[in-house]
């Protein structure tokens, strides 16, 4: 879906490093998502953002870090990356309306060596 | 706090069989939902389900929504090769809010021609 575009779409990186991840969607969607998935744990979500300067912690939100200054941004950054964040991020929106369904990114693979 | 269980984890079928997925919540669900993700892809939404007891199809692909809201299948008639991935159910998390989603461990089919 070209609405929704993640950059990069690899990226391998130094334990210790920052490391900034960006989505962005043009439909201006209110909700936006970051879930990382990984072999045996499915996909689990990051954190959320209900609208512009609205954020909450997910189910592993630990050693991440999130803004919306912007309605169609949703940057996620790993402050001091570890080697447990290697992982593949996918970014998602969602509309208002009664149809919840996510329209997913197409994900970054990191790699934290 | 909430949980989506999905079974089976994984599904061979030989190309003109039936397959069926199963996801089971702890709890009741306001609404569940469907994604395919293909190898190496990103998860694409393919239905929502709101009301009790529930069927919507498409084409060859028949979802089911339990008459108690706790439960979810997937059915497929007569598998091709493109129905080749990983099928996941979500459901709202614990957190109250529809837009967030907890999704199962996924069903991964592959179709042997």
């Known amino acids: 879906d070209a609405g929704i575009t993640q950059s990069p779409r690899y990226k391998i990186t130094e334990t210790g490093r920052q490391v900034t991840l960006m989505c962005h969607q043009t439909?201006?969607?209110?909700?936006m998502f970051w879930y990382r998935q990984d072999l045996g744990h499915g996909l689990r979500l990051i954190y959320y953002?209900?609208?512009?300067?609205?954020?909450d912690k997910g189910e592993v939100p630990d050693g991440y870090v999130v803004s919306r200054s912007k309605t169609e941004n949703f940057p996620l950054t790993l402050e001091s990356a570890t080697r447990s964040q290697t992982s593949v991020y996918f970014c998602?929106?969602?509309?208002?309306?009664?149809?919840?369904?996510?329209?997913f990114g197409s994900g970054t693979r990191l790699t934290v060596v | 706090g909430q949980q989506v269980m999905q079974i089976p984890q994984y599904q061979h079928v030989q190309e003109g069989e039936d397959f069926t997925t199963y996801c089971n919540s702890s709890?009741?669900?306001?609404?569940i939902q469907w994604y395919k993700q293909r190898p190496g892809g990103h998860p694409v939404f393919l239905i929502q389900?709101?009301?009790?007891?529930e069927v919507k199809k498409q084409k060859r692909l028949t979802f089911q929504f339990g008459e108690a809201k706790k439960n979810s299948s997937l059915h497929i008639t007569a598998t091709q090769t493109t129905d080749v991935g990983t099928y996941f159910c979500?459901?709202?998390?614990?957190?109250?809010?529809?837009?967030?989603?907890?999704f199962g461990s996924g069903t991964q089919l592959t179709v042997l021609p």
């Open positions: 998602a929106s969602s509309g208002q309306g009664l149809n919840y369904g996510y329209t």
């Open positions: 709890t009741t669900l306001s609404n």
């Open positions: 979500a459901g709202p998390g614990s957190s109250g809010s529809a837009r967030q989603l907890t």
């Open positions: 953002s209900a609208a512009a300067d609205i954020t």
């Open positions: 439909w201006s969607h209110s909700y």
């Open positions: 389900l709101v009301k009790s007891g």
